[in-house]
């Protein structure tokens, strides 16, 4: 990570980034734009993209006798993935605690599953009473609530 952002460190590298942002390009029209922006050499530009190649930003393709370059999402999700870190700290526990809720509400499911002998799965996923496993006991209820309002 330290390489990364060693290369990001640098105004003209920053810029190369910027440019590929766009898409893939040709090294010979990622000259002529550093070029249009600042005095440098073609050589210069060429040391910038090894930097940034090495660190892990841009990826490199040969195309004839012609290199094109594009950004490297790994090395770029990398770096947005440490920067994020320290946005939130608890980051890094998100996925096993999502996986913790899950397995405990698994095991939930299943003791109740079990108690009930199956029926209780039928309110959960329906919303509804299952059939014969409250309707009698809903029934007598209202019978003693029938039977004290008169």
């Known amino acids: 990570m330290e390489r990364v952002f060693e290369a990001l460190g640098d105004r003209s590298r920053r810029q190369i980034l910027g440019l590929l942002s766009a898409g893939e390009q040709p090294a010979g029209e990622i000259v002529a734009a550093m070029r249009a922006m600042a005095s440098i050499s073609q050589p210069a530009v060429s040391q910038h993209l090894k930097v940034l190649r090495e660190a892990g930003l841009v990826a490199v393709r040969a195309e004839g006798n012609r290199r094109v370059y594009a950004l490297d999402a790994a090395g ?46 039928t309110v959960e996923r329906t919303g509804e009473q299952p059939v014969g496993q409250s309707g009698e006991k809903d029934r007598e209820q209202d019978g003693e609530a029938d039977a004290r309002s008169a």
């Open 76 to 121: 770029i999700e990398a770096a947005q993935g440490w920067l994020d870190a320290l946005l939130d700290p608890l980051v890094a526990f998100t996925s096993p605690l999502d996986a913790l809720a899950t397995e405990v509400a698994r095991g939930r499911w299943a003791r109740r599953a079990s108690e009930d002998g199956g029926a209780h799965q």
